[in-house]
């Protein structure tokens, strides 16, 4: 190899590491600015969590998928009485303080927990 093919080649590896320390420097700087970010966020929904205007309560003793009775009034569907499959339902979502469900006839609505019976056995049990 001359000299003149080898002089070149530490030239190129010199700019390699010029290189390599520009982009590890650049990895440090985009680093620091994620951490900065991640903290801003973190401070953003611990604030946000504090501040919540609902209380929070920590089991209805209902889950989706229960079948449950309505126990409070229930207002009559347009053009007829209310029957027992108005009364029936199956629970479709959670909503503290709301228990909504989708009752028997295909109605979905909302209740507080209070106004609601879980039925044992749905398949078995008759109201």
């Given at each position: 190899?001359?000299?003149?093919?080898l002089?070149?080649?530490?030239?190129?590896?010199?700019?390699?590491?010029?290189?390599?320390?520009?982009?590890?420097?650049?990895?440090?700087?985009l680093?620091?600015?994620?951490?900065?970010?991640?903290?801003?966020?973190?401070?953003?929904?611990?604030?946000?969590?504090?501040?919540?205007s609902?209380?929070?309560?920590?089991?209805?003793?209902f889950?989706?998928?229960?079948?449950?009775?309505?126990?409070n009034?229930?207002?009559?569907p347009?053009?007829?009485?209310?029957?027992?499959?108005?009364?029936?339902?199956?629970?479709?979502?959670?909503?503290?303080?709301?228990?909504?469900?989708?009752?028997?006839?295909?109605?979905?609505?909302?209740?507080?927990?209070?106004?609601?019976?879980?039925?044992?056995?749905?398949?078995?049990?008759?109201?």
């Amino acid at each position: 190899m001359t000299t003149n093919k080898l002089d070149n080649l530490i030239e190129q590896f010199s700019n390699v590491r010029i290189q390599e320390k520009k982009v590890k420097e650049q990895a440090r700087i985009l680093e620091e600015k994620a951490d900065i970010i991640l903290q801003k966020i973190k401070t953003f929904w611990s604030r946000s969590i504090r501040v919540t205007s609902r209380p929070i309560i920590q089991d209805s003793g209902f889950e989706i998928g229960d079948y449950v009775f309505i126990a409070n009034k229930i207002t009559s569907p347009p053009g007829r009485e209310v029957n027992l499959n108005d009364r029936k339902a199956i629970v479709t979502r959670i909503d503290h303080p709301w228990i909504h469900f989708r009752t028997l006839n295909g109605f979905d609505t909302k209740r507080y927990a209070k106004n609601l019976k879980k039925i044992p056995n749905s398949s078995q049990h008759e109201y």
